[in-house]
């Protein structure tokens, strides 16, 4: 098991930038086994991927922020990390951060991000 906490949400206005944090703790498994993941989900919406980052560090994107967000972590810290760049109003939603391994996910409770246009 693992405990995920998000911060870094906030209201910013389109085209401004964020960095979203996320925090690991009472994990079991070493968090650099882990593969680790930002969604998002908005009012009336299903959750919908971001980004992940293996536990070897590879990287994907969901097409509509390649080139603006880029997700990365420190093992060492304990933290996957989000940042957001040209951000659109349409983006506005609650993050949650994920930590999967064997096939078993943990949630954080979400930080929310508000884009005024």
Not at 58 to 73: H, L, M, N, P, W
């Amino acid at each position: 098991q693992v405990q995920l906490v998000e911060s870094g949400g906030g209201l910013v206005q389109a085209g401004g930038s964020l960095r979203l944090s996320c925090a690991a703790s009472g994990n079991t498994i070493p968090i650099n086994l882990m593969g680790l993941a930002w969604y998002r989900q908005a009012p009336g919406k299903q959750r919908e991927l971001v980004a992940s980052i293996a536990r070897g560090g590879s990287t994907g994107y969901a097409d509509s922020v390649k080139g603006r967000f880029t997700i990365y972590r420190d093992n060492a810290k304990k933290m996957v990390y989000l940042q957001m760049n040209s951000l659109e109003p349409e983006e506005a939603a609650v993050y949650y951060c994920d930590a999967a391994f064997g096939g078993v996910h943990a949630w954080g409770r979400g930080t929310q991000v508000t884009v005024s246009s």
